[in-house]
């Protein structure tokens, strides 16, 4: 599967921005989908992830309460709206995909890449 991500930008904190990812190539409705995101000098962490039939999510604690992850698998299409952002939250931020898997098992997706697709990134810049 091919994921391409977009809709990042710079925003001012506070502020709020929706990223997506377009999947092609193959059956969407199979793969759990994952936000991951790599700050510079830091390792690429979780940031949400959502089971293939949207029904089980999971978010970092950094991000809960202000982050949400939806799909929509009648346009292959992952979303991550993006609320109340802060300077902390300014990264690159990638997409990921894995057939089969369970939502818990995309937040390991970055430790355990077997079987993972990887978008290309997004960046996210968060001004103070």
Known sequence: VQLQASGGGLVQAG???????AASGRTFSGYAMGWFRQAPGKEREFVAAISWSGGSTYYADSVKGRFTISRDNAKNTVYLQMNSLK???TAVYYCAARFGATAQAMTLAGQIPLGVYWGQGTQVTVSS
């Open 15 to 21: 502020g709020s921005l929706r990223l997506s990812c």
């Open 87 to 89: 300077p902390g939250d």
